[in-house]
Antibody, heavy 128, light 113 residues
């Protein structure tokens, strides 16, 4: 059974860089059938897609965050990571990692579709 | 960006009764090349991550009870719970994945009346 687990600091200072890692267990991140994504949820609010990455390293980002986001993958560790720079209080949220399905069993570039399963999420607070 | 608007924002239904949540997209999410609607539904219980219920607008994820069903096409979609159970209390989100950026509805809170 596939499981995902986020890890990283729960407190980040304004203007600094938020860094999180998602560890995938019970399956290989190197599958050609999925992307791997990050979604965030500010406290009491809705869901916002941050971006997704393929095991080859090809990443796609939400244009609203693209200038500040980098998603990377480490297939040797079965992990993918999120970096969000120049954070402000508006970036305070629960950050989820999730498997990101493709249209068919073989993904094409940008073929990021629905999510499942999701990690438990980690709350990151931006505050001095 | 495609804006997803859910209605109502909150809903209270008696146990055993039917619950229906609506989702409207700002443009069609039906892809004509494969005649599929690029829409998913998720359930989020308090303190938990979202859980996938339905994709392709009407395909139930493995393990999801058959009281959950999805319908609709183009811009208008509905998630229906045929007979509400206590464990269905949650916030429900629709999600379009036809174009980037992927976007979600604002959520509908479902409670027991």
């Amino acid at each position: 059974q596939l499981q995902l687990q986020e890890s990283g600091p729960g407190l980040v200072k304004p203007s600094e860089t938020l860094s999180l890692t998602c560890t995938v267990s019970g399956g290989s991140i190197s599958s050609n059938s999925y992307y791997w994504g990050w979604v965030r949820q500010p406290p009491g609010k809705g869901l916002e897609w941050i971006g997704s990455i393929y095991y080859s390293g090809s990443a796609y980002y939400n244009p609203s965050l693209k200038s500040r986001v980098t998603i990377s993958v480490d297939t040797s560790k079965n992990q993918f990571s999120l970096k969000l720079k120049s954070v402000t209080a508006a970036d305070t949220a629960v950050y989820y990692c999730a498997r990101n399905y493709c249209t068919t069993s073989s993904c094409y570039p940008g073929d990021t579709r629905w999510f499942g399963p999701w990690g438990q999420g980690t709350l990151v607070t931006v505050s001095s | 960006d495609i804006v997803m608007t859910q209605s109502p924002d909150s809903l209270a239904v008696s146990l055993g009764e039917r619950a229906a949540i609506n989702c409207k997209s700002s443009q069609s999410i039906l892809y004509s090349a494969n005649n599929r609607n690029y829409l998913a539904w998720y359930q989020q219980k308090p303190g938990q991550p979202p859980k996938l219920l339905i994709y392709w607008a009407s395909t139930r994820e493995s393990g999801v009870p058959d009281r959950f069903s999805g319908s609709g096409s183009g811009t208008d979609f509905t998630l229906t719970i045929s007979s509400l159970q206590a464990e269905d209390v949650a916030v429900y989100y629709c999600h379009q994945y036809v174009v980037s950026p992927l976007t979600f509805g604002q959520g509908t809170r479902l409670e027991i009346k």
